[in-house]
């Protein structure tokens, strides 16, 4: 069958609906078989009552096989419309008892209901599926989340509702046009990204989803300019003589791009960086990332804010002192904001997905996490209730400076006076009392740290403490606190040549000498001989810079191969040594081969995220 379109194509009438109209969007893609003498619509030929696919996809027109689309024409010209009272009315209601009979173009002028799935039923204007949505919850106009035109939240056939968020709705133009964009494997809610339970409400509400690629996807070179990368020196002043443009990897002119946009770059030697290894930022995402960080300096206020619920804040250690800390009298926006991120966090159950996160990880063989407060790691023990925090568990400055004024206080006139001062503080968590004796301080200062370590950070805690009961975690932890103890709250063990040298199981066939040198190669890395380390070794071999609490499965191993460079298989912890001639040889080849390949893996980790 030729099924190109003549140039006349357009003047070529359906056999069904009798238009001559070329629109897909609306009527689905026109077909002409010259031999025949046969022009269709997609949808009226998909929707007819009387007609199957019993051929193949590439037969007659998408399978529908020429003789039965003429014996279809022929039925259909014996029925007229109800819409327009002409005859050729090949699609009808499936309703029982319902004997309207309709042009496809005429049932879409009448509001009638196409199911685009199973059968292919069809409904008139009076049987058509609807959405159930209370009316009233809805009183003001929202936008369709397609075109952002504002319409009235109410169900009708022109405007459905997403069945997975209530408060997106749709132009049903806007979702068909938006259906043959995407395809099937891309047509999904605006709002969540669901596309099972969408796909299926669509379907039933007449929605048409083809079964191809979506369009962007489809054309020609689409994304050929996510493979460039930028290649440019944007320091203010480039100090390279072949100037801007010039980049020569591993050397001091090459080029490192912006780890948050890969839009900007800089040489090494026009930077202040030391080496590659650093991350740059350019000046216009460093003031992005601080200002929203919170890294300016913030005015100070008498009395710190005490509804910043963080479990960060309290139970774990402090912020690197890379970082500065953050003014515990931040301005009043600034509170408002963290208070919002960390109740959005409660809201969207993040701490418990944290704690669900490490308990995972711990009986998968993950890294120790080591940054425990004991404070914390006791509540998770022992709880709340029975769990004293200290001075050191506070990290809010002011809050700090208030219980060390109230434990060095000499006499109940001073407390007194402590009190006074921080009287409106003291009133807001709930631990002002009266004062009779000097020994009250101790009793003072206690409530003020239970409040601020713990009940503070009580639901965070609890969500928190809810996830790490995956797969029987904190049971363990708490049947079992000495072993797990290290883990939480000590870092890893410094690498030695003596644990790494216990570690990896030696093949019973190795070289001698090969062994000899790997060992001498070992302490020269732990003395400062190289510019491998320990850590490196073993990311190289296991892809892990820690040895992880349950230890690697399977165990690490060597052997020594006849082969130019060390090669590290992280799926099966093994690490093949190259047999050399000479110890020279062997260290030369294993920092080089270290060296690179780490490099490597971290400028495609970062092209990624930069992606």
Not at 51 to 73: C, S
Not at 246 to 255: D, F, L, R, T
Not at 366 to 373: D, E, I, M, T, V
Not at 546 to 572: Q, R, T, W, Y
Request: charged content about 20%; aromatic content about 10%.
């Amino acid at each position: 069958m030729n099924e190109n379109k003549p140039d006349g194509s357009q003047t070529l009438a359906c056999v069904f609906c009798r238009k001559n109209d070329d629109c897909p969007n609306k009527y689905g893609e026109k077909k002409t078989n010259k031999k025949w003498n046969l022009t269709v619509h997609y949808y009226c030929l998909l929707m007819s009552s009387g007609i199957w696919q019993r051929g193949k996809e590439e037969e007659g027109v998408y399978g529908f096989l020429i003789e039965d689309i003429r014996k279809e024409a022929n039925r259909a010209s014996k029925l007229k419309c109800c819409v327009c009272k002409k005859t050729g009315a090949s699609i009808g209601c499936v309703a029982p008892r319902c004997k309207r009979s309709y042009h496809f173009p005429c049932g879409l002028q009448s509001e009638c209901i196409f199911q685009f799935t199973g059968n292919f039923a069809s409904f008139c204007w009076n049987h058509r599926p609807v959405q159930i949505i209370t009316p009233s919850n809805y009183k003001d106009s929202l936008p369709c989340t397609i075109c952002l035109e504002f319409i009235e939240p109410i169900p009708t056939y022109n405007i459905l509702r997403s069945p997975c968020c209530k408060n997106a709705w749709f132009h049903r133009d806007c979702l068909q046009v938006q259906a043959i964009n995407a395809g099937v494997f891309f047509f999904r809610c605006t709002i969540c990204n669901n596309s099972d339970v969408f796909q299926k409400e669509m379907l039933r509400m007449g929605i048409h989803i083809p079964e191809k690629d979506a369009s962007w996807e489809l054309e020609e070179n689409a994304y050929q300019e996510l493979l460039q990368h930028y290649e440019r020196c944007d320091a203010q002043r480039c100090r390279c003589k072949e100037g801007r443009d010039y980049n020569a990897p591993n050397s001091k002119w090459e080029i490192k791009r912006c780890q948050c946009c890969g839009s900007s770059g800089t040489h090494l030697a026009c930077s202040s960086l030391r080496s590659w290894e650093q991350n740059w930022e350019c000046l216009e995402c460093r003031g992005i990332l601080y200002d929203s960080g919170g890294f300016q300096k913030a005015k100070k206020h008498t009395i710190p804010d005490t509804n910043n619920v963080g479990i960060n804040d309290c139970l774990l250690e402090e912020s690197s002192p890379k970082f500065p800390k953050p003014s515990p009298g931040a301005q009043h926006k600034d509170l408002l904001s963290v208070f919002s991120s960390v109740f959005t966090a409660l809201k969207e159950n993040l701490y418990y997905e944290a704690g669900k996160m490490l308990a995972v990880s711990l009986v998968h063989g993950g890294p120790s996490p080591g940054f425990f407060s004991k404070t914390l790691f006791n509540c998770l023990v022992n709880g709340p209730e029975n769990t004293q925090p200290i001075l050191d568990d506070v990290s809010d400055f002011d809050v700090a400076q208030i219980i060390i004024r109230i434990n060095t206080a000499t006499d109940v006139a001073d407390l007194n006076s402590i009190m006074n001062e921080f009287y409106n503080y003291l009133e807001l968590i709930g631990c002002l009392r009266i004062i009779t004796s000097l020994s009250d301080k101790y009793i003072l200062a206690k409530d003020i740290l239970v409040y601020h370590v713990i009940k503070r950070v009580q639901a965070p805690f609890e969500s928190f403490k809810q996830g790490l009961k995956t797969l029987g975690v904190l049971e363990q932890i708490q049947t079992y606190p000495e072993a797990f103890y290290s883990i939480f709250c000590l870092k890893p063990e410094n690498l030695s040549t003596e644990i790494l040298s216990d570690l990896f199981t030696v093949h019973t066939l190795s070289d001698a000498q090969t062994l000899e040198f790997w060992n001498s190669y070992l302490q020269a890395v732990e003395d400062g001989k190289s510019a491998t380390t320990m850590e490196d070794i073993l990311i190289f071999a296991t892809g892990c810079n820690s040895i992880p609490p349950a230890g690697f499965k399977p165990a690490p191993s060597i052997e020594c191969l006849h082969m130019d460079f060390p090669v590290g298989n992280k799926c099966n912890n093994s690490l093949a040594l190259p047999i050399t001639n000479t110890y020279k040889e062997f260290q030369e080849k294993m920092d080089f081969a270290i060296r690179n390949t780490l490099r490597l893996e971290k400028e495609e980790s970062s092209h990624y995220v930069g992606q």
